[in-house]
């Protein structure tokens, strides 16, 4: 007897069986779950029970409208004898319910799913084997109503978004095929660079393949009939603090960091703190239901957060549009070396939109000779540096081939198409 899930759902797991029917137990990372029951005599399955979520947006009303086409499509393909099996089922359905205490409308398509919101992969989770499915997976660093998930939603509007604990597990989990995609956060227009990030784009080997750029609008929240004045702490992201700072100081109130700023939300209504606030977008609030008492707290209304696409292959370049090259290289010490790295690029006139230096980690200090008869200690840096060309440029070509007679270290983290598209939170 073949054994049905409903449309929409794609499963990894194990099967147990036992008595009259049978279970499929989801790993964590999926959050998906089914339990299905079967009665004797009866060839067709019943879905008692299924939960399902996705940190995609529209997955809810695309899932729920695929249960009820999915029911309306086989009550046409049985025909006349339709009429007499489904009598069939409404009876060993209702002596099933009668001997579990339970009426026959729990059963019904209307209470047939409950959505929950999925959990975070953590690095544990990691060693979890890869899903096997269609759609694309992008990995995201918070949880859901977290500014990263729009980010996926912008740069994937049909992927289906999988939230993480860390940006370290983001990374592994593309590494590990858990998921296609990672869109994570490199600079914000207020805050600047997440260094966090660049330092993991070196230890990694994802490759860049495209860039998005949101605009971020901070509200306060609390939970329902706290007032602005009754709030004693507000946590959120250091980022997020950071972008409101001007507001928060007015209001005279001890900030927390945390990991993301959905998350804050999330912790204030699991532990119903009345005296605490958190900043973090309006789709938060409404995820786990809490009152915006303030709205547009950023300092600046221009606040504008870039965020890097990464995966296992790189992209082809190509000239037909407009892209973005970004490089991580190093240098020998010595006087006018930086000079000559950046003429590489102007001598072309290849437009440079970013420059990061970071010390080195495992070398961060670098010894030299001094003219006093001692030695200087100089830290020895990373310079990560964007410019506007595709690598299929033959300018860009000729660039880094110069770059390479002074340089000890070259690297291309990726060629990418640059955002273009209207920015919106």
């Known amino acids: 007897m073949a054994l049905k899930v409903c449309p929409g759902h794609k499963m990894m797991g194990s099967c147990v069986f036992g008595g009259e029917g049978w279970s499929m137990k989801s790993?964590?990372?999926?959050?998906?779950?089914?339990?299905?029951?079967?009665?004797?005599?009866?060839?067709?399955?019943?879905?008692?029970?299924?939960?399902?979520?996705?940190?995609?947006?529209?997955?809810?009303?695309?899932?729920?409208?695929?249960?009820?086409?999915?029911?309306?499509?086989?009550?046409?393909?049985?025909?006349?004898?339709?009429?007499?099996?489904?009598?069939?089922?409404?009876?060993?359905?209702?002596?099933?319910?009668?001997?579990?205490?339970?009426?026959?409308?729990?059963?019904?398509?209307?209470?047939?799913?409950?959505?929950?919101?999925?959990?975070?992969?953590?690095?544990?989770?990691?060693?979890?084997?890869?899903?096997?499915?269609?759609?694309?997976?992008?990995?995201?660093?918070?949880?859901?109503?977290?500014?990263?998930?729009?980010?996926?939603?912008?740069?994937?509007?049909?992927?289906?978004?999988?939230?993480?604990?860390?940006?370290?597990?983001?990374?592994?989990?593309?590494?590990?095929?858990?998921?296609?995609?990672?869109?994570?956060?490199?600079?914000?227009?207020?805050?600047?660079?997440?260094?966090?990030?660049?330092?993991?784009?070196?230890?990694h080997r994802l490759h860049i393949v495209g860039e998005v750029q949101l605009a971020v609008h901070h509200c306060l929240m609390g939970m329902p009939g706290v007032k602005v004045e009754e709030l004693q702490r507000v946590v959120s992201h250091p980022q997020a603090l950071a972008q409101c700072e001007q507001t928060l100081t007015k209001l005279g109130v001890t900030r927390e960091a945390v990991d993301d700023t959905a998350g804050a939300a999330q912790f204030i209504a699991a532990h119903n703190l009345r005296d605490v606030g958190a900043v973090a977008s309006a789709r938060a609030a409404e995820i786990y239901g809490l009152e915006i008492l303030m709205d547009g707290i950023q300092d600046d209304l221009d606040n504008v957060t870039r965020f890097l696409m990464l995966a296992r292959e790189p992209l082809i370049p190509r000239t037909d549009r407009k892209f973005k090259t970004s490089i991580v290289f190093t240098l020998e010490e010595g006087p006018g070396v930086l000079f000559k790295a950046l003429s590489v690029f102007a001598l072309r006139e290849l437009n440079l939109t970013k420059i990061e230096s970071r010390p080195q980690r495992k070398r961060p200090l670098r010894v030299v000779d001094d003219s006093n008869n001692g030695t200087a200690k100089y830290f020895d840096y990373l310079f990560y540096i964007d410019f506007e060309a595709s690598m299929a440029d033959v300018r860009a070509q000729n660039a880094l081939g110069h770059l390479q007679e002074f340089a000890t270290f070259l690297r291309v983290l990726g060629s990418y198409p640059m955002d273009v598209s209207p920015m919106r939170a």
């Open 27 to 203: 790993s964590s990372s999926t959050t998906q779950k089914v339990l299905v029951r079967r009665s004797h005599g009866v060839g067709k399955e019943l879905c008692v029970r299924a939960a399902a979520s996705s940190s995609s947006w529209p997955a809810s009303d695309a899932f729920l409208q695929k249960v009820t086409q999915n029911g309306a499509a086989s009550g046409k393909e049985d025909g006349a004898s339709g009429s007499l099996t489904r009598v069939q089922e409404k009876e060993n359905l209702a002596m099933q319910a009668s001997g579990n205490g339970t009426s026959a409308m729990e059963v019904s398509t209307s209470h047939m799913v409950s959505l929950h919101l999925p959990k975070p992969l953590s690095i544990t989770d990691l060693a979890l084997p890869p899903r096997e499915t269609s759609d694309l997976r992008v990995a995201y660093q918070g949880v859901p109503g977290a500014y990263s998930e729009a980010a996926a939603a912008k740069a994937y509007p049909r992927c289906e978004a999988v939230p993480c604990e860390q940006f370290e597990a983001a990374f592994s989990a593309v590494e590990l095929w858990l998921v296609d995609r990672a869109v994570l956060p490199v600079e914000n227009s207020l805050g600047g660079s997440i260094h966090r990030n660049y330092d993991l784009l070196l230890r």
